[in-house]
């Protein structure tokens, strides 16, 4: 069975792309069916049984080791009910691009559909991109094509988008010490919408910004970017880090992030449709910091804080967690706590006596040998007040799984729970996975 199964999927991944034998090649294949039921009280049940299928495959290798070719897409069937956006198949090709490496100024070009993150660009394109280092220290890189789109806006027959999208970033950096980036992105004019709730909120992607990394010290770095949105004349995002390294076995960072919700999300309907009445000039900032330290080979314990703020409300969340590793990383465990204390506005249903503040557990253990392997998951959240009558939430999640070989497994999760929506929570998946890798003329690694 082993061996029929190794080279069924051996034999799909080479006929599917040739350029495999004489390669580098990895393969990545996930194959998921659930099975679950709707019955809540006041609608039909259903039954629904989808079928997902997550494949990824990288080349690399190619024309003199230059060329280096990168898929991954996933499907998806229902075998029963409909359980997404009302169709019954549907798929999505995330990205799928060739690269290919110059030999000169750390330069590169891709072609297909790919993301870009650069600076303050965060882009998913069907088109080119290049980059290359330039003298004294600078850098350039580019991108320009279509839009990938999405699934439509509810009562829209687009999904808010632009046809087509270009940007770039220009780089200084100094040594190990410093780098600075200008970045801007550009998408040709979004659709007119006929509904009159998105006026004033919604319109074209347009922003620029800039970025830092800087490491005075080994012990110290600071990272963050800044962004503008240039139809709204607004400050977008401004996020910054802070990591120290004190002692060589801990690690402690900062953190600010302050948003301007309209700045921000002008380019999304759907976030542009939850922005708050007729307040649009809304504001959301968060500051904290964690605490890292290794005490030996096995065992890790941290700390954090948090706290937010948004016109709304505030909150603060802290806590702790202890990890566990044996020296194999065939055992792993660990457990954590944390609070979220929040002020009524917080609340699912905000009011005056409402309140959002919860207790949050978690515990979990997991076991891998070269046969099997197994983990235990619990998860409970006790709030402060009851919602909808319940005065707590949890979960206990269970899986086992079998190494066929190395790369081929089989494994099943069953979780079981309680929460304010449903009084009992079935839930369970059975998944195949398989990863190849292979060097040069085929041969497995």
Same mark, same amino acid.
């Given at each position: 069975?082993?061996?029929?199964?190794?080279?069924?999927?051996?034999?799909?991944?080479?006929?599917?792309?040739?350029?495999?034998?004489?390669?580098?090649?990895?393969?990545?294949?996930?194959?998921?069916?659930?099975?679950? !039921?709707?019955?809540?009280?006041?609608?039909?049940?259903?039954?629904?049984?989808?079928?997902?299928?997550?494949?990824?495959?990288?080349?690399?290798?190619? $024309?003199?080791?230059?060329?280096?070719?990168?898929?991954?897409?996933?499907?998806?069937? =229902?075998?029963?009910?409909?359980?997404?956006?009302?169709?019954?198949?549907?798929?999505?090709?995330?990205?799928?691009?060739?690269?290919?490496?110059?030999?000169?100024?750390?330069? !590169?070009?891709?072609?297909?559909?790919?993301?870009?993150?650069?600076?303050?660009?965060?882009? !998913?394109?069907?088109? *080119?991109?290049? %980059?290359?280092?330039?003298?004294?220290?600078?850098?350039?890189?580019?991108?320009?094509?279509?839009?990938?789109?999405?699934?439509?806006?509810?009562?829209?027959?687009?999904?808010?988008?632009?046809?087509? *999208?270009?940007?770039?970033?220009?780089?200084?950096?100094?040594?190990?010490?410093?780098?600075?980036?200008?970045?801007?992105?550009?998408?040709?004019?979004?659709?007119?919408?006929?509904?009159?709730?998105?006026?004033?909120?919604?319109?074209?992607?347009?922003?620029?910004?800039?970025?830092?990394?800087?490491?005075? $010290?080994?012990?110290?770095?600071?990272?963050?970017?800044?962004?503008?949105?240039?139809?709204?004349?607004?400050?977008?995002?401004?996020?910054?880090?802070?990591?120290?390294?004190?002692?060589?076995?801990?690690?402690?960072?900062?953190?600010?992030?302050?948003? $301007?919700?309209?700045?921000?999300?002008?380019?999304?309907?759907?976030?542009?449709?939850?922005?708050?009445?007729?307040?649009?000039?809304?504001? +959301?900032?968060?500051?904290?910091?964690?605490?890292?330290?290794?005490?030996?080979? !096995?065992?890790? *314990?941290?700390?954090?804080?948090?706290?937010?703020?948004?016109?709304?409300?505030?909150?603060?969340?802290?806590?702790?967690? *202890?990890?566990?590793?044996?020296?194999?990383?065939?055992? %792993?465990?660990?457990?954590?706590? $944390?609070?979220?204390?929040?002020?009524?506005?917080?609340?699912?249903?905000? +009011?005056?006596?409402?309140?959002?503040?919860?207790?949050?557990?978690?515990?979990?253990?997991? %076991?891998?040998?070269?046969?099997?392997?197994?983990?235990?998951?619990?998860?409970?959240?006790?709030?402060?007040? =009851?919602?909808?009558? %319940?005065?707590?939430?949890?979960?206990?999640?269970?899986?086992v799984g079998y190494h066929f070989t190395p790369a081929l497994a089989i494994s099943g999760d069953v979780s079981y729970g309680s929460n304010p929506q449903y009084t009992d929570e079935f839930k369970g998946l059975l998944r195949l996975t398989y990863t190849m890798k292979t060097a040069a003329k085929g041969d497995t690694k």
């Amino acid at each position: 069975m082993k061996k029929v199964l190794t080279r069924l999927f051996t034999t799909v991944s080479l006929l599917a792309f040739p350029a495999a034998a004489v390669a580098e090649t990895t393969v990545d294949s996930t194959t998921v069916f659930r099975l679950f !039921q709707d019955s809540r009280a006041g609608y039909d049940t259903k039954e629904f049984a989808p079928a997902l299928q997550f494949l990824g495959l990288d080349v690399n290798g190619l $024309h003199g080791g230059d060329l280096s070719l990168h898929f991954y897409g996933w499907g998806r069937v =229902d075998l029963a009910e409909k359980s997404y956006n009302n169709q019954q198949a549907d798929g999505n090709l995330t990205y799928g691009y060739a690269q290919y490496r110059f030999k000169a100024a750390n330069a !590169q070009a891709r072609a297909g559909r790919f993301f870009v993150h650069e600076g303050i660009v965060n882009e !998913q394109v069907d088109g *080119v991109s290049a %980059r290359t280092d330039l003298p004294y220290g600078f850098g350039l890189s580019t991108f320009g094509g279509a839009t990938v789109h999405t699934t439509d806006i509810p009562g829209e027959s687009t999904d808010g988008k632009g046809d087509a *999208v270009f940007g770039g970033r220009v780089n200084y950096r100094y040594g190990g010490l410093l780098e600075l980036g200008l970045a801007g992105v550009y998408e040709t004019k979004a659709p007119t919408l006929t509904s009159t709730a998105y006026a004033g909120r919604f319109g074209d992607h347009r922003l620029v910004g800039g970025d830092i990394w800087l490491s005075p $010290h080994r012990m110290v770095q600071l990272m963050g970017r800044t962004s503008y949105n240039t139809e709204t004349s607004g400050i977008a995002e401004q996020s910054y880090l802070l990591q120290l390294t004190p002692l060589k076995d801990l690690v402690v960072t900062g953190e600010f992030n302050d948003y $301007h919700d309209r700045d921000l999300f002008y380019s999304s309907a759907f976030f542009a449709g939850l922005l708050n009445g007729n307040n649009l000039n809304q504001d +959301s900032r968060s500051y904290g910091g964690t605490a890292t330290y290794t005490v030996n080979s !096995q065992v890790e *314990v941290g700390g954090d804080f948090k706290h937010y703020t948004r016109d709304i409300g505030k909150a603060d969340r802290f806590g702790g967690e *202890v990890r566990y590793a044996n020296a194999k990383n065939a055992v %792993r465990a660990g457990a954590g706590y $944390h609070y979220l204390r929040t002020s009524p506005d917080f609340a699912i249903i905000p +009011s005056s006596d409402a309140s959002g503040s919860f207790h949050e557990v978690r515990g979990y253990a997991m %076991r891998d040998t070269k046969s099997y392997f197994t983990a235990l998951d619990l998860i409970g959240y006790f709030f402060k007040k =009851d919602v909808k009558g %319940r005065d707590a939430a949890w979960e206990a999640t269970g899986s086992v799984g079998y190494h066929f070989t190395p790369a081929l497994a089989i494994s099943g999760d069953v979780s079981y729970g309680s929460n304010p929506q449903y009084t009992d929570e079935f839930k369970g998946l059975l998944r195949l996975t398989y990863t190849m890798k292979t060097a040069a003329k085929g041969d497995t690694k």
